[in-house]
Every structure is written in C-alpha cells, then in structure tokens.
C-alpha cells in the first residue's frame, strides 16, 4: 500500500460472510435508499456483476475520479475499484467529501511495480547519465506517490486513450521522456508515434540499471520495467490460434498487452474504445477481445448479436480487482449508515498537491 496514504484497515466481519446473497443485496438497496445523494459508488469496469450492478456509475478509474468530484451533494464515496483509483478520487474530491475503499487488499500489481523510493533512485541515475533532458509521465495507473514525484518535476500523467496526444506535449517539453509504470504502454504508444524500438530503452527497477544495446545519445524513451499481469498473459500464440479458429473473426485488444501482440491484433485500444468498437459494430461480427475477463462476459451478454470470445479463452479475472465483492460491499455501506465508516483512503495533503499538478497537466489538454 502507498505510504502517502492515511490507512484505516479493518478486516471483514464474519457475519457478512454468511449473509445469503440476497439478504446482501437487501442491504446494499437498503442503505443506498438511505443514504440518497450523499453517497455515490463508482464501479470500474473490471468489477464483477454482483457489485457493478450497484454502482452508480461504470467507467476507467479517471472517469470515476472525475465523476465523484463532480457529485456535490456526495459525502461519501465507496469507490468499487482498486487503491490507486480511490487515492485519485481523493484528490480530486472536495475536503468536505470522504472516499473509502471496500477491501484494501484491491490493489494493482502495476501501480506496486514502481515505488516512490525505487523511482527516486531511478531519477538521480538518469539525471547523472541524461542531464535535464527528461520528463517525466506516468499512467494513471499509478500510486499517488509516483504522481506526486511527476507532478512535482515538471511531468503528467496519461491515460490508455490520451497517451498518444500526452507523449506529443511531453517532447516539446524536453528531449526525452520516462514512462512509468507500464513499459507495454509507453512502448505501444511510442512505436505508434513514429519512434523505433532500437530509441527505446528499459529502466529495471529491480536490478537498478538501464537496458540497452546501441549510443545513449540515441535514447529518446525510457520504459519502466513494468506489465499489467492481466494483459501480459495474453500471448502471440493466443492471436495465431484465433486465426487459426476463426479466420473471419477480428482480434481486438488493450495498449496493455505486449508489443508483438498489439501488432498482430487488428484493433488496440483503451476500454471504453474496446467497449464501444464492439458496440457499434455490425450484428453477426465476430471479435476476440484482449482485456480483463469480467469485462469481456459484460460485453458479451450486452453484445448478444455478435460472435464474442476472448482472446485468451483461459484467462481469469483481474484478482485484485475481484476483491471487491458483495460481502465487502454491504460491510462498508451498513458501516457508513451505522457511522463508522470503514477503509478510509485520505492523500496526504502535500503529495495530494503535486499529484494534481501531474493530473491538471494532462486533464487541460485533452
């Protein structure tokens, strides 16, 4: 969990775990009638069906951000998503507004890949080596620390369906940029642009070192050494199979997945264009879709006129993400009307501000 957060743990009380599921979804209706427009629940895509039918509204976690700063009469949002989601709704809420999250284990595995201090030592390295000749971006996908330390030198943050346009402002800002914390992204868009794979080198974290083979002067793109664990276990072996299985059908997928699967793909994009390609296409296509499993049902059962699998037919669900369930749910809005309030997500103020400079930056150009 993100050090810059104020963390309120409380563990599942055992009675929720033995609430049938319709009494939950009593519960749930009850408390949400009660509560009226003081609470709002934004649910992620990715969330399963017995919690997305709750929320209030569906979308990526900026959109849900954004949404819950726009509920003024709102004081509590149970953000049905994972940590870093609800840090950013937190800082982009109002003070008088509180945010909760329904198990602080929903984290993302991503956003875990690059730590404040990890990134800091990184930072000091690339300076040595690049001089002032880098700026910094980060996927939203990203814990508040990481988009405080971009905030605070000059960078922003992007999202899946404006990183192309956030990449384009960034290299007129300075020679070079450093993406974090997912590599397939930055690279997928990067490529996109029109910079080759031989100007692109890798930061690993870990081994604290910078990948690559050929001039530093050449660099113009560093990649932090980064995946999300759902869309990096879609394969080129997965695309060749479809081929194989359904050679009229399109395959479709997240800028998340690898480089040499986006490129055998037809389509890649962020959720909502993966959401809404399907949508507007014509009855009795065909799709294989590379994203998070929940999802992929979702879209499948609105989509009932079209030939849907997805891409990696062995797939599972996002697990973090999946750790909002009915029982978690049902715990923090009984709690909220019962007035204790469980799993509060609270910024630091001081990290809050540099964190929305990076968001501002980005949120002002697109």
Known sequence: MNLFSTIEKSTLPETYRKMSPADLRLLVSRVKKELGSRLFIPGHHYQKDEVIQFADARGDSLKLAQLSASQQDAESIVFCGVHFMAETADILTQADQHVYLPDMRAGCSMADMANIQQTEKAWQYLMDMFEDTILPLTYVNSTAAIKAFVGKN?????????????????????????????????????????????????????????????????????????????????????????????????????????????????????????????????????????????????????????????????????????????????????????????????????????????????????
Not at 225 to 253: A, L, W
């Open 154 to 366: 000059g960078g922003a943050t992007v999202t899946s369906s404006n990183a192309a346009d956030m990449l384009n402002w960034a290299f007129t800002q300075k020679e070079r940029i450093l993406f974090l914390p997912d590599q397939h992204l930055g690279r997928n868009t990067a490529y996109d642009l029109g910079i080759p794979l031989d100007q692109m080198a890798v930061w690993d974290p870990i081994m604290e070192e910078l990948l690559y083979k050929g001039p530093l002067h050449n660099i113009k793109v560093i990649l932090w050494k980064g995946h999300c664990s759902v869309h990096e276990n879609f394969r080129v072996t997965n695309v060749e199979q479809v081929r194989r299985d359904y050679p009229e059908m399109k395959v479709i997928v997240h800028p998340e997945c690898s480089r040499e699967v986006v490129e055998l793909s037809d389509i890649s994009g962020s959720t909502n264009s993966i959401i809404n390609a399907i949508k507007q296409a014509p009855p009795g296509s065909q799709w294989a879709i590379g994203t998070e499993m929940n999802l992929v049902k979702r879209i499948i059962q609105e989509n009932p006129d079209k030939h849907i699998i997805s891409l990696n037919p062995r797939m599972c669900p996002c697990l973090t993400m999946n750790r909002i369930d009915l029982p978690h749910l049902a715990w923090s809005l009984e709690s909220l009307a019962e007035g204790q309030p469980q799993n509060l997500i609270q910024v630091d103020r001081s990290v809050a501000t540099d964190a929305k400079k990076a968001l501002d930056r980005m949120l002002v150009r697109t």
